[in-house]
């Protein structure tokens, strides 16, 4: 079984739209800049990767990443000719902290706010009539494990559609918990580089339309791409701290359901958060993985310039695989000036944008969570795909 994404929205740092996203990510731009919403003087660290749309520096505001994920689910289902009313389409959120930065102001500020607003299903009620919304905190991998869940309920005919979506953004007990949990505060993202300092928070939402392919697009929509397979494991090896045999374990199980072999996978969407720790673990499970190869896949780390975006990390790679492959650019890794040697084998994009003179057909996209919850999936280049006359007879 295989599954056609028909739908795309979203919003970070670095754009307002899938479309501005992908321009900022091929021209290097980043969303890097002074932190905006809160006391800097309490805190190391300086600077994160913040939407720049609170009243006034300093003044922030209650629902932001409620905001976000409505215009991002708002987008997809235009785009995939849904309009306004999601009452028949399962919707399901990937998140690590939801709303509660409104908890925060509440406490801190008074700021007030309706409990009921704090579930997401609240705005999806209001908004687009979705009766039937289901949020994953599931940390940083949480949009990938939706992806997942939304594949399943395809599969099972619960639903012929569903939204995949993931949000989340910062908050000032996490920014300070991470500001105390690093030697020297991060002043960027730095993946696999060897001035990497740790991670930082980036902002923002995203949504995507599935339907099992053998049910076609639909009225008034196109195909991006295909997605062949998503793979989820949790190891619980540690707290915090990734397992390289777990991830190595989860990108092996997408490539089977896939029917991918490694030689097969032409780009690589890492993970990259430029933590010690992740960047060991994820290049020694690739290393495993793509070992023997005569080169590797291409990779990108499009947190350089995003941020991490936590549980809407994995969809925001996810929609920028979709636009590579569309478009022959890889974007390139910021800020990757001096290469760990665990990387020294592999076609890391740094610098500027490349365009491989041969199509790009399969993409890779890893997520990696706290707890041990990894989550890979394999994409296919939309040109691969059938028209919707040929679809009507069967999925993958």
């Not at 235009?78 to 009313?85: H, K, P, W």
């Not at 989340?168 to 030697?183: A, H, K, N, Q, V």
């Not at 365009?355 to 993409?363: D, E, F, H, M, Y």
């Not at 990696?368 to 939309?382: D, T």
Request: aromatic share 6%; glycine share 10%.
């Amino acid at each position: 079984m295989s599954w056609i994404v028909t739908g795309m929205g979203a919003v970070a740092s670095i754009g307002g739209s899938v479309e501005e996203i992908f321009d900022s990510l091929v021209n290097g731009r980043s969303g890097l800049g002074p932190l905006l919403g809160y006391d800097r003087a309490k805190f190391r660290c300086q600077v994160a990767y913040e939407i720049d749309d609170r009243p006034a520096p300093g003044v922030d505001e209650p629902m932001r990443a409620t905001r976000w994920l409505e215009r991002a689910v708002a987008a997809a289902a235009a785009d995939a000719g849904l309009g306004e009313n999601l009452s028949e389409v399962p919707v399901l959120v990937g998140t690590t902290l939801r709303e509660l930065r409104s908890v925060e102001l509440s406490w801190q500020e008074g700021i007030p706010f309706e409990a009921a607003d704090l579930h997401f299903g609240t705005m999806l009620r209001r908004r687009f009539d979705a009766a039937d919304t289901h949020t994953v905190a599931n940390a940083c991998s949480a949009s990938l494990y939706t992806l997942a869940l939304g594949a399943d309920l395809l599969d099972l005919g619960a639903a012929d559609t569903v939204v995949v979506a993931g949000v989340d953004t910062l908050t000032e007990s996490t920014y300070g918990l991470l500001d105390r949990c690093y030697p020297e505060a991060p002043d960027r993202v730095r993946p696999f580089d060897r001035q990497r300092r740790g991670m930082l928070q980036g902002e923002g939402a995203v949504a995507v339309v599935l339907r099992r392919e053998a049910d076609g697009h639909g009225p008034a929509a196109r195909i991006h791409a295909r997605v062949r397979a998503v793979a989820v494991n949790c190891d619980a090896y540690h707290p915090s701290a990734p397992n390289a045999k777990s991830i190595a374990a989860a990108v092996q199980e997408a490539h089977s359901r896939a029917g991918v072999r490694p030689a097969d996978i032409d780009l690589v969407m890492l993970h990259g958060t430029g933590t010690p720790l992740n960047d060991e673990a994820e290049s020694t499970a690739l290393g495993t993985v793509f070992a023997g190869l005569n080169q590797s896949p291409y990779m990108t780390a499009i947190k350089s310039m995003t941020g991490h975006t936590a549980g809407a990390s994995g969809l925001h790679s996810l929609i920028a695989a979709v636009d590579v492959m569309r478009t022959g650019t890889i974007p390139p890794t910021r800020y990757l000036d001096n290469p760990v040697e665990a990387v020294a084998g592999f076609r890391l994009v740094r610098g500027i944008a490349e365009r491989p003179q041969q199509p790009l057909r399969l993409a890779q996209i890893d997520s990696f969570g706290f707890g041990g919850l990894n989550a890979v999936a394999v994409v296919e280049r939309v040109a691969d795909i059938p028209g919707p006359q040929h679809l009507a007879g069967g999925g993958q």
